[in-house]
């Protein structure tokens, strides 16, 4: 077995090499959410959420607790602690795969350690990945006790109750099985196998919900409301939108499909292929092109970018709207036609029961309040299975075609992550100067969402709560206590009056040096 997982620990390897995680010392994204807690542990000892903080994320704080006590606290070592999350993921997808009885399990594991958001994710301290891992182990360890195994159910429900205590969207993973059990297999349905699978996840859940409330209180986000916010009138835009975001994780595996058979597609099934068409290519002509959904995967590059002239960072072949059209055709292309062949061919009950799984995850999170493009990661079991199922390794002009797509996306994703590193790190390199050699404050300049959130979030809702209710307290309303004097942004077109200072920084996506700047206001 560890043979065959030596490919995993060579990549992983690499990335870990090629990025030194460790050395970048500074939040993304909202990491400092997670990263606070921490830090206040060390400090006073104590278990102190972030007032921001939406997820119950106390398996990822303890997590991060573990590495810092082993190699010291700093926020690279908070990203590491989540790479070698992602590395455990990798692993049991592959040992998923197998148990699904693939044949080729490697190409679409390598489509998976390198999808976009995954890859990127998997190098931050952001909940995205750890839960994603914590999900995939659950699934794992359930569908094993449900093939034979039946003392491995316990070992699935310790897990989805560690996915618990990083989002409470892990309480719907046992209780997901059991629904499974009553559609597809109820012949398993027994009083020990209930137990089995929900008695951990509940009690975990149950001691959490009584701690939070009781013992450490509710966070502002949960008081103000902005944790249990639903948008039902987003249900359509966003279902669409995912199941174009499926063609394009499992291209180019639809294109160069497996024939096993060739059984004509039956009446409902042409009917259905024909209505799935017709709904997608009007969303086209009413959303337009990918990329659809905020936050990780846009035109200026990967990651998120909170800096003010985000639209004049220049991203190579990414910044042109012909990209983004073809690719968009293409995956709903690719899309159509894994749809298509999956009426053709019926899953198994394995792959019926992670699928299932999957999708109730998804579901839920389209309809919540606020959905990124980053929770996306729950559909990439879905998405690897399809690839593993139906793509086609036998001829040499299919093999052409995965060897150069899986080249295509490993240096998109290597280049996209050095390139969000890259300008990150300029960007806190110059707010640091700002403070250290011109005299500002770390509040008195604007440096983006991560760096107003590290700095002054917390001091500022806690003001404001002295004096608001939390719900009377606007999203937005903290960062108006901030005396600004001057911001920091990609624009290069304010009056030379205004000059203070700039950085360059090296564009992975362009091949070219970048600048970033800091102007009075």
């Not at 009690?203 to 916010?229: Q, R």
């Not at 690839?387 to 290597?414: C, E, M, Q, R």
């Amino acid at each position: 077995m560890l043979k065959k997982l030596l490919p995993i620990l060579a990549v992983y390897l690499l990335i870990f090499i090629i990025f030194t995680p460790q050395k970048y010392n500074f939040p993304s994204n909202d990491d400092w959410v997670y990263s606070y807690t921490i830090t206040n542990y060390y400090e006073t000892g104590s278990i102190k959420l972030n007032d921001w903080c939406a997820a119950s994320a106390i398996f990822q704080i303890w997590w991060g607790i573990l590495f810092s006590k082993i190699f010291g606290y700093s926020l690279g070592v908070l990203r590491l602690s989540v790479l070698i999350l992602s590395l455990t993921g990798s692993i049991f997808m592959y040992l998923m795969l197998k148990q699904l009885n693939y044949k080729n399990k490697l190409i679409p594991l390598l489509f998976f350690i390198f999808n976009p958001l995954y890859f990127i994710l998997s190098l931050s301290f952001m909940t995205d990945v750890p839960y994603l891992v914590l999900f995939i182990l659950s699934v794992y360890f359930y569908l094993t006790g449900l093939n034979g195994k039946p003392g491995y159910l316990i070992t699935g429900s310790i897990f989805a109750g560690f996915a618990y205590l990083i989002r409470q969207l892990g309480i719907l993973i046992p209780f997901t099985v059991i629904v499974y059990l009553f559609i597809f297999d109820r012949q398993k349905i027994s009083l020990k196998n209930v137990l089995n699978i929900l008695l951990i996840p509940v009690v975990v859940a149950g001691g959490h919900y009584y701690w939070y409330l009781f013992i450490h209180g509710k966070t502002w986000v949960d008081k103000a409301g902005l944790v249990s916010g639903l948008s039902f009138n987003s249900i359509y835009s966003r279902v669409l939108s995912v199941l174009v975001y499926i063609g394009l994780f499992t291209l180019p595996a639809g294109f160069i499909v497996r024939n096993k058979k060739n059984t004509p597609l039956k009446y409902t099934g042409i009917v259905f292929v024909f209505v799935l068409t017709t709904i997608i290519f009007i969303h086209i002509l009413f959303y337009g092109f990918l990329p659809y959904i905020d936050n990780t995967l846009h035109k200026t590059g990967l990651g998120t970018i909170t800096i003010s002239g985000l639209n004049l960072k220049p991203a190579g072949i990414m910044s042109f709207q012909h990209f983004w059209v073809i690719i968009t055709i293409l995956s709903v292309f690719n899309l159509l036609i894994l749809f298509r062949n999956s009426l053709k061919n019926l899953f198994s009950k394995e792959e019926l029961f992670v699928i299932f799984c999957t999708l109730v995850q998804m579901a839920v999170s389209i309809i919540r309040f606020k959905f990124f493009d980053r929770y996306l990661l729950v559909i990439l079991p879905v998405s690897v299975i399809l690839t593993a199922k139906y793509i086609n390794y036998h001829k040499i002009y299919n093999k052409l075609i995965i060897a150069l797509s899986l080249i295509l996306v490993i240096l998109f994703s290597f280049a996209g992550t050095k390139d969000y590193f890259s300008w990150n790190e300029a960007k806190w390199t110059l707010g640091n100067k700002l403070v250290a050699e011109f005299g500002y404050k770390a509040n008195e300049f604007a440096n983006g969402f991560d760096w107003d959130g590290y700095h002054t979030f917390q001091p500022n809702i806690e003001k404001l709560q002295k004096i608001k209710e939390a719900k009377a307290i606007g999203d937005w309303e903290w960062q108006s206590l901030n005396p600004y004097k001057a911001l920091i942004s990609y624009r290069n077109d304010y009056p030379a009056e205004k000059y203070i200072a700039e950085t360059d920084y090296f564009n992975w996506l362009n091949l070219k040096h970048e600048k970033i700047y800091a102007w009075r206001l």
